[in-house]
Every structure is written in C-alpha cells, then in structure tokens.
C-alpha cells in the first residue's frame, strides 16, 4: 500500500496530481464556523493554522475552487463523498449542496451522518446532531457499492469519536464504510484534501487501498503521519 501525505494548501498540491488518477474522495473541509449569529449559535472549532473564518461568498467560491479541482484529478467512474453540515447563520440558511451544484460534479445522493448526539442552545431551534454527506460523480459510469453495502441504507448512525488531536474529525467507521463499500474494485486510490488528524488515511491502509493525504496544518500533518506508520509498522 501506497501512502503519500503532504503538509502543505490542498490549492497547491492538488494541481500537481495527474488527471484522471483518484478513485475516491471522502474529504471534510472546515464548515466556516466561525461566521455565525452569536456566540451560542454554534460550536466553533478551533484550528492552529487556518482561521475558519470568510465570509460565505468567499468560503463557497473557495470550496467551488477547491472541488472543481478534486473533479480533474477523478477518474471518470469516481466518487467524491463530501462531508460538510447544513446550518443557520448570520440570518441565512446554508446547505452545502448550494455549493455542490455550483461546480463541475452531479450530486448522487444525499446520505445522513446520525451523530446521536448534540449540545443544546437557546438558540429557537431544535439541537442539530447529525451532518450530511454528498455523493457525487463525474461521469454516468460511476462506480457502483456492493450488494451487502446496501443494507446500510442513506442513514448513518455512528456515534463521533473522541480524537486528541482535532475534535472536530470523523470516526474512523464512516470511511471505512465508505472505502468497503467499493471492495469489488482494484488498485483503488483514495485522497483526502483536507486530511485533518488522518482518519481517512488509516481507513485506506486498513482496506488496503492506496492514500494521498494533503493538511495544511503542520501538527495535524504530524500526527496524521505518526497514525499512518504505527498501523503500517503492525504489518510488518
């Protein structure tokens, strides 16, 4: 198994990679938390090096940017499995959809991220504790899930784990579910362009699949890399 992790913007690394090579993009920006309504309205989730903190029209033609990228590189039967949230913020409604249907991909199919779990605000609303997860393809001739990944429906319940590094990263069960679900496929290469503490790495390794990792946080990095050898130095 290959793995290549690299510490640097995804906006400089991404155009370095060859067309058309990436099977699979499982892949969760920053959410831009820190443009909200008050201090109350949302958990923010702080980073050491990016700040987390455009104003939308600014995040959304970053994300397009970043994606109509992560479009290039796909193989014509790939998959890009986006994972963002939909909230309320600054008297408007955001849903990452919008942005989605703003750049070269064909949204597939919304699935729900069920996290059984929320903070509650007196904010007016009910407590979010679930986020989304976009399927989207390049060509028609996308790759197709097995027959046994169907039983998992479009719901996810999958509780988040606690991570030392970053709170705000996925469990280790969600890709890994994802990355099986295409097991019928050979020499799969999965990316992750916002890698974060290197959850999707560690699930390629442990499907056996090929990675390439970008983080743009040098602590992230550091432990995304320390994460990636310990589970490859239990191979040997």
């Not at 509780?159 to 705000?168: E, F, K, Q, S």
């Not at 280790?172 to 020499?187: F, G």
């Amino acid at each position: 198994m290959n793995c290549k992790l690299y510490n640097d913007d995804c906006l400089n690394i991404l155009p370095t990679i060859e067309d058309e090579s990436i099977d699979l993009i499982i892949t969760s920006p920053p959410y831009n938390m820190k443009h909200r309504d008050n201090d109350h309205d949302e958990i923010v989730v702080t980073y050491n090096t990016y700040q987390d903190e455009l104003n939308q029209e600014e995040y959304e033609d970053w994300q397009i940017q970043v994606l109509n990228e992560c479009y290039r590189v796909l193989k014509p039967n790939g998959l890009l499995y986006y994972n963002h949230k939909e909230r309320h913020s600054k008297g408007e409604y955001f849903h990452p959809l919008n942005i989605i249907q703003r750049t070269k991909f064909h949204p597939l199919q919304t699935i729900i991220w069920n996290k059984n779990s929320g903070v509650m605000f007196n904010t007016g609303r009910f407590s979010n504790c679930h986020e989304i997860i976009i399927v989207a393809y390049k060509t028609q001739n996308y790759m197709r899930i097995t027959i046994e990944a169907e039983k998992h429906f479009d719901v996810w319940n999958i509780n988040r784990d606690i991570n030392p590094c970053l709170t705000a990263s996925f469990p280790l069960e969600l890709p890994k579910r994802i990355i099986h679900a295409y097991e019928n496929y050979e020499d799969l290469v999965v990316m992750d362009c916002f890698m974060g503490s290197g959850t999707t790495a560690q699930a390629s390794l442990e499907e056996g699949r090929d990675f390439i990792g970008i983080e743009i946080d040098k602590d992230y990095y550091d432990y995304a890399v320390n994460r990636t050898r310990t589970y490859q130095t239990k191979l040997i």
